[in-house]
């Protein structure tokens, strides 16, 4: 299986730039970055990872995991995936600075199936025959009122507090892991088809644009695309976070 892979990243209106991606082989966080249509064969492994504001290190946090990262490529289902990135966030706890943290999110692509993992609110979605489907689950206190039905998608977009995670990978999470250990991450498995657009990003795109608008710009399927939706999450608000984006077509 082969795929075709766009990705970018942007500083924002921040200062550092605290998120990190992976590109199979490659780790980059940069703060201005866009490469169109790499020709990749699976099995490779794709990952954004978003160190977060107000803790220590963020950038130190989400550089190191996004390394780490490399090891979910040897997952074979769902289970594996869980477990590895468990015992990534254990390492963690080892090696990180005191009280810094980060988002991972992944997709490991192997033979016909992709391994989503993810911890924190860095998404997946799936962009298939015109329709765009969140495969990820968002750890965070606004999922937990929509997941409750307290409150509405519309109404979780414009939240308070919707930048505040029950989770992610780091010693900030500590008793977080403790509580649920191995079943604390998401991680699914997806039966692939051609055509099929994965795309990754950290909540730089998607605190700026709704969901209806990303699926709208990725239905135009043009190599502007990756630069039409970091333009448009940078400057749809004044303080626009990090932005990392990652597009896997399946050829």
Known sequence: MKVKVTYGMDIGHRENQEDAIRIDEEVYQEDNLIVLEEIYEAPAIFTVCDGMGGH????????????????????????????IIFE????????????????VVAASIKNNKAIITNAGDSRAYLYREGKLTRISHDHSVVQELLDKGEITEEEAFKHSLKNLITLGIGPAFFYEW???????????????????????????????????????????????CIKELLYKAKNNTFYSDNISIILMEIL
Do not use: M, Y
Request: aromatic share 2%; proline share 2%; charged share 35%.
């Open 88 to 103: 990534i966030q254990k390492t963690s706890e080892k090696v990180l600075p005191h009280n810094s943290g980060t988002t």
């Open 178 to 224: 403790e509580k649920k250990r191995e079943s604390a991450a998401f991680s699914r498995e997806l039966i692939l088809k051609t055509n099929d657009v994965i795309l990754l990003c950290s909540d730089g795109l998607t605190d700026s644009l709704p969901d209806a608008e990303i699926e709208r710009l990725l239905r135009e399927r043009n190599t502007n």
């Open 56 to 83: 220590e290190s963020g950038e130190v946090a989400s550089l190191w995991c996004a390394k780490e990262s490399i090891k979910l490529k040897e997952a074979t289902n769902a289970e594996d995936a869980q477990r």
